[in-house]
Nanobody
């Protein structure tokens, strides 16, 4: 199985920055794509940013120009640099990975989530 472990959430003031990390481990054959999603209370989970193994990125309109997704393929780790944070960015952020498990075949895994709270 492939496991994802997120870190880097916390409380930050409006206008501040945070960097989230997500490391994949386990029986990884390859990872096709990784992404960050978020879910605020009462809302559905939504895509924040997505990156392929080749480095192609995609962002939600609400975070373009403020958030940057990157990945270290050698470490099977994806990062989300969040700048100019707003109160509406408050949510639980989840990491997602899609790839090939050496024993189980194609997989899609989720992390446990990390809370990001933007408040003064």
């Amino acid at each position: 199985q492939v496991q994802l472990v997120e870190s880097g959430g916390g409380l930050v003031q409006p206008g501040g920055s945070l960097r989230l990390s997500c490391a994949a481990s386990g029986s990884i054959g390859s990872i096709y794509a990784m992404g960050w999603y978020r879910q605020a209370p009462g809302n559905q989970r939504e895509l924040v940013a997505h990156i392929t193994s080749g480095g192609t990125t995609n962002y939600a309109d609400s975070v373009k120009g403020r958030f940057t997704i990157s990945r270290d393929n050698a470490k099977n780790t994806v990062y989300l640099q969040m700048n100019s944070l707003k109160s509406e960015d408050t949510a639980v952020y989840y990491c997602n990975a899609e790839g090939y498990d050496k024993f189980l075949g194609d997989f899609g895994s989720w992390g446990q989530g990390t809370q990001v709270t933007v408040s003064s």
